[in-house]
Nanobody, 124 residues
């Protein structure tokens, strides 16, 4: 019954912005840490940003200035605002009830859930 659904991806020009959404069902997003991850072709999946149950936020150094994570509890949704996009940001973006940044597991549980991913394409 637990489901995470990402949306908001698309194709944009460098320097533009996108806001990704992670809509949760079967769980309350405010009762779990939610993490955003991305995976580009030929690269390992990497943690991008996380928000805890209490609202603490974490970012990978590569996106700390560009991206902002937030939660709308009323909509049971976590957002990732991505500004000043560049080609290196192109990837499939996933959300999960899991947080790993710089190889360190920040939050995990016995059963973690992942969304299907949303594609972000950035042209030069």
């Amino acid at each position: 019954q637990v489901k995470l659904v990402e949306s908001g991806g698309g194709s944009v020009q460098s320097g533009r912005s996108l806001r990704l959404s992670c809509a949760a069902s079967g769980i309350s997003s405010r009762d779990h840490t939610i993490g955003w991850f991305r995976q580009a072709p030929g690269k390992a999946r990497e943690g991008v940003s996380c928000i805890t149950e209490t609202g603490l936020t974490y970012y990978d150094d590569s996106v700390k200035v560009q991206f902002t994570i937030s939660r709308d509890a009323a909509k049971n949704t976590v957002y990732l605002q991505m500004n000043s996009l560049k080609p290196d940001d192109q990837a499939v973006y996933y959300c999960a009830t899991y947080c790993r940044l710089d190889g360190i597991v920040v939050a995990s549980s016995a059963e973690n859930y992942w969304g299907q991913g949303t594609q972000v394409t950035v042209s030069s």
